[in-house]
């Protein structure tokens, strides 16, 4: 890692380490309750191919690898960089009782599992935080096994120039208000609004999942293309 990565890497995690208690309620104010069910849908996207391995990145609290645990017969790995975001998914796993869920603290860019190993691969809200895309891309690629799905649900900015209004008003003044009420973190979440400004847009997104390899890129518009569902094959 060169220093302004490392730099990055150490400021996401930090900031994922701070506000972990309140992630899961701020996502519902943030996204209107929607993402739960876009979660869902990354499940119902999966369970087409009946994976039997699969690994959800940047697990965080762990709601995307609780719904892929309801799939017959899987076995899902969840990894993350943030020991408190993981404390919360191993406590909700527990609660629920799911025993085919492992968890574990590892790095996007740095994978800890064999090349062709996982039928599925789910990243949420994740891909933007990486402190070295092109790492974390190629790092997915290398453990997916041939034909398996590699399923990214991340923030987009709208195209639309009356929405894309309506969304810079949500993120500007909405979304730091909240955060202010609610965490009282407010600088945690306009650094994490601004890493979705710098994310590559769309197109250019859709170019470096080629460039990485994968091939047949769809995508799904979510809430008038304030979120998209990627669905990438290798
Ligand atoms: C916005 S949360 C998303 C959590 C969960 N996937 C969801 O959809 O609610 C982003 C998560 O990515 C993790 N993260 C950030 N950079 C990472 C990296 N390089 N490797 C693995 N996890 C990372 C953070 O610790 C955080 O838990």
Do not use: Q
């Not at 923030?155 to 609610?182: C, D, G, M, Q, W």
């Amino acid at each position: 890692m060169n220093n302004s990565k490392s730099t990055n890497f150490v400021r996401i995690k930090n900031i994922f380490e701070s506000i972990s208690n309140e992630y899961d309620f701020m996502n519902d104010l943030m996204t209107f309750r929607n993402h739960s069910k876009w979660k869902k849908e990354i499940a119902e996207i999966a369970i087409a191919s009946s994976p039997k391995r699969i690994l959800d990145i940047a697990t965080g609290t762990g709601d995307i690898a609780i719904n892929l645990s309801k799939i017959n017969g899987s076995k899902i790995e969840g990894v993350d960089i943030s020991g408190n975001m993981l404390k919360i998914a191993h406590k909700k796993i527990n609660e629920l009782k799911i025993d085919n869920i492992n968890l574990k603290t590892c790095e996007a860019e740095n994978l800890v599992f064999n090349d062709n190993h996982f039928d599925i691969i789910s990243i949420g809200y994740g891909v933007r935080n990486f402190s070295n895309l092109d790492k974390g891309l190629s790092e997915s690629y290398r453990v997916l096994k041939k034909d398996g799905k590699l399923i990214i649900l991340e923030t987009s900015v709208p195209e639309n120039p009356i929405i894309k209004f309506l969304y810079t008003l949500i993120t500007r003044i909405y979304i730091p208000i909240i955060a202010f009420i609610f965490s009282g973190k407010t600088k945690a979440y306009i650094y994490l609004l601004d890493s979705t400004k710098n994310f590559p847009p769309k197109n250019k997104f859709i170019e470096m999942l080629y460039k990485t390899g994968f091939k047949k890129v769809e995508t799904r518009r979510k809430l008038y293309g304030a979120s998209t569902i990627y669905i990438v094959s290798k």
